[in-house]
């Protein structure tokens, strides 16, 4: 049996992940783990011996090697004390995938996948929002932006996919209020039996 249980929380970029996963921290319990902070985290953190090569992938668009990302959740899970998270804008690719089932089975189990739908316009409009609002990232701009939702057309969406067949993917419309989305998002936790 798994020590950790897992949600994955996908969608494009700006889909509404991380304002979710807050709500779904205060309202549920669960320790948010998101990928992208994890790994800008160890980019900033003196003698990272990863920290260059996190760097030059956030910058090009393109992902992480994933042993970088599973070593970082679990080493995450373990440091929190606590059974129940969510992964936040991971797996990504099927490289991913394969990566996670092998470094976390037996570790963590998958109980479902939070899948926020959202349109490309909405989310680039909110990117770009975040960016002007002066989010710190550095991949908040149109360039880094058209990659990115390139790549989570191109490489995510097969997760997903991936996941629905195994019946795990609970599929959120994004572009309501964060209130209403959360409404919708609670329906789920509701059935969630942890």
Known sequence: MAKYNVVFVLGGPGAGKGTQCEKIVKHFGFVHLSAGDLLREERQRPGSQYGEEI????RNGTIVPVQITCSLLRRAMEESGKNNFLIDG???????LDGWNKAMTGVAGVRLVLFFNCSEEVCISRCLSRGEAGSGRSDDNIQSLTKRIQTYHNSTMPIIDHYRGLNLVREIHGEKSPDEVFEDVKQVFAELKL
């Open 55 to 58: 760097e030059t992938h956030i």
């Open 90 to 96: 991971f797996p990504r690719n099927k490289d991913n």
